[in-house]
């Protein structure tokens, strides 16, 4: 083998690995804009809650709310050191996703990138399963 080809074989990347559908992760840029949210919010027991509800174009639609309120069913996660809460009917639908906030042209928003949605809409809020 030449030496050409064994660095070409050396920095093939590994395959992904399989996304853990029993959490939902942060990006950084996520996790930053959570936090200014909370301070902005001067209550530190808040926390940034996903859930998934019916509707939008494309059947289900994500809510993004702060809450310092537990309900039946909250799951607890941790990403970049931020905490935020779903519930376990809502993780069933988002469970290996990640969260990520994206600023743009268009404006600034939560975006989230989730394995398990079949189909989403144009404008990347709704989605179908």
Sequence with gaps: MSEAQTE???TTPPPAPVQDKSIVTLSESA???ITRLVEMEGDPSMKLRIEVIGG???GFSYKYSLDNESREGDLNFESHGVEFITDDVSLEM???SMLDYVEDL???SFQMTNP????SCGCGTSFGV
Aim: with cysteine; glycine share 22%.
């Design 31 to 33: 996790a930053k804009q």
């Design 106 to 108: 268009m404006g600034a």
């Design 94 to 96: 988002i469970g290996g």
């Design 8 to 10: 070409t074989s050396q």
């Design 116 to 119: 398990q949605a079949a189909s």
């Design 56 to 58: 939008g174009c494309s």
